[in-house]
C-alpha cells in the first residue's frame, strides 16, 4: 500500500513539473516566486534540444552513407 502512495505522489509532482514547464517557460517567460526553477527548466530544455539536433545531424549522415554505398 505504501509503494501504491509513493507512486500517486511521484505521478503528481511529474505532473506538476510538466504543467508548470507547459505554462511558464515553455512560452519564455518566468515562473512566478520561483526563477530557479525557470532557469533548471531552460537550461535542461537547452540541453535536450542540443543533443535532439546533435542526433539528427548523426543520422542524416548515416542515412545519406547508405544512399551512396
Same mark, same amino acid.
Given at each position: 500500500? @505504501?509503494?501504491?502512495?509513493? &507512486?500517486?505522489? +511521484? %505521478?503528481?509532482?511529474?505532473? &506538476?513539473? +510538466? %504543467?508548470?514547464? +507547459?505554462?511558464? !517557460?515553455?512560452? &519564455?517567460? /518566468? *515562473? !512566478?516566486?520561483?526563477?530557479?526553477? $525557470? /532557469?533548471?527548466?531552460? =537550461?535542461?530544455?537547452?540541453? +535536450?534540444? #542540443?543533443?535532439? $539536433?546533435?542526433?539528427? #545531424? $548523426? @543520422?542524416?549522415? =548515416? *542515412? #545519406?552513407?547508405? =544512399? $551512396?554505398?
Amino acid at each position: 500500500m @505504501l509503494f501504491i502512495w509513493l &507512486g500517486l505522489l +511521484v %505521478t503528481l509532482a511529474l505532473a &506538476g513539473l +510538466v %504543467t508548470l514547464y +507547459v505554462a511558464f !517557460p515553455h512560452r &519564455g517567460e /518566468d *515562473i !512566478p516566486h520561483a526563477e530557479w526553477l $525557470s /532557469d533548471a527548466m531552460s =537550461k535542461s530544455n537547452q540541453k +535536450v534540444n #542540443d543533443k535532439l $539536433s546533435a542526433l539528427d #545531424d $548523426s @543520422l542524416a549522415a =548515416k *542515412i #545519406d552513407e547508405r =544512399k $551512396s554505398s
